[in-house]
């Protein structure tokens, strides 16, 4: 009587299992599909940096702060004003005349529709350097003012995406240059390009006379001077104009002529209408040749290229094919025993001549 009660136990807590184990099983397929259609997809490091607070009045009295804005990616300016267009020129010259080695960058950024972004460099004279688009997926890469041509998908390792921010580097590394010498300034509130902006201007603060910026040579910074303009409602630099000027002096000779090293920046970042960027004319991913499934045919002469004197040479003949024996037949496998000839006869002997010689006569010899 008491074996009714406990598989009634049993199988409520068997139902109890299997209904919690499907419920779970609906929620997980619920999530992966949530996840496949882009409901539920989590946000990425980027996305967390661009929706964090960044307080623009405090960046004349925190250097962490300060450096948030001067280190901030363009890929977190774009999560932080959406369809954006930067244009600036960057210089930086090493040394004096008549040795002095100069470089200067015009620099284009533009960042469109679903992720489509163009990159276009000019150097001095309007001389153009490097192009890229990126559009569907593919990118399109042009140098030294040449035709763009299509390089294939660029996802894999985000080629575009590590040059757009090599080219927006100057506002960081300048910058980098001066470490804990450089010091903001509140200038007031601006506009700047139609956005409310905050004010700061660039100087030079007293502290350690050499700077190192990773593993340069240490630099004297010796001038410092510009603005900064931060966007009041997000924290993204807008606006900067810089000017700086640093010494290099020769650990080895202390006492020689430091080298000198000027710098400049002009920028600005506007939001603009977001637009699908791709390159107008292009050429195509190069084609490559199908596979050769005979590679030693030229040896026959059956190629176009091939070199056998006289022409192809003639197809072996196939061997003929015998017929095979039954399954089954007598002697089935076993080739016939050809007849043996007898042996010759033995050779006859000679017969004796019975024919004899005549007698000679006596007295002859």
């Not at 804005?69 to 930086?92: N, P, Q």
């Not at 061997?319 to 037949?329: N, Q």
Request: charged share 30%.
């Amino acid at each position: 009587m008491l074996a009714r009660p406990v598989s009634l136990a049993r199988a409520s807590l068997i139902a109890t299992a299997l209904l919690a184990s499907a419920c779970k099983q609906r929620e997980e397929n619920e999530r992966a599909r949530q996840l496949i259609w882009g409901r539920d997809i989590p946000p990425t490091e980027l996305e967390k940096k661009s929706k964090e607070k960044i307080d623009t009045n405090e960046l004349d009295r925190s250097d962490a702060v300060a450096r948030r804005v001067l280190d901030m990616s363009f890929g977190e300016i774009v999560g932080r004003l959406g369809f954006v267009e930067y244009r600036g020129v960057a210089e930086l010259n090493i040394g004096v005349e008549p040795r002095k080695l100069g470089f200067s960058e015009e620099t284009l950024i533009e960042h469109g529709l679903h992720g489509s972004m163009h990159v276009l460099q000019l150097g001095r004279n309007k001389t153009p350097l490097r192009e890229m688009y990126y559009s569907g997926g593919v990118i399109f890469v042009s140098n030294e003012g040449g035709k763009l041509r299509a390089q294939g998908i660029a996802a894999i390792d985000l080629q575009h995406v590590k040059m757009r921010e090599e080219v927006f580097e100057p506002l960081r590394t300048f910058t980098a240059f001066f470490g804990k010498r450089l010091a903001l300034i509140r200038e007031g509130e601006a506009n700047a390009s139609g956005r409310a902006a905050v004010k700061y201007s660039f100087a030079l603060r007293k502290g350690d006379e050499l700077v190192a910026y990773g593993h340069d040579t240490p630099k004297r910074p010796k001038k410092l001077s510009g603005t900064l303009l931060v966007d009041e409602a997000t924290g993204a630099p807008l606006e900067a104009k810089l000017q700086g000027e640093l010494e290099v002096p020769n650990p080895k000779k202390p006492d020689a002529t430091p080298g000198l090293i000027t710098l400049s920046l002009n920028f600005t970042i506007k939001v603009v209408e977001g637009r699908e960027l791709t390159p107008k004319e292009y050429i195509p991913a190069i084609e490559r040749h199908p596979t050769d499934l005979e590679p030693l045919a030229f040896l026959e002469g059956r190629t176009r290229t091939a070199t056998v004197i006289g022409g192809p040479r003639p197809a072996p003949a196939a061997p003929e094919e015998e017929d095979e024996p039954l399954l089954g037949a007598p002697d089935a496998g076993i080739a016939p025993e050809e007849p043996t000839a007898p042996p010759p006869p033995p050779p006859a002997k000679a017969a004796k001549s019975s024919t004899k010689k005549p007698k000679k006569p006596k007295g002859e010899r």
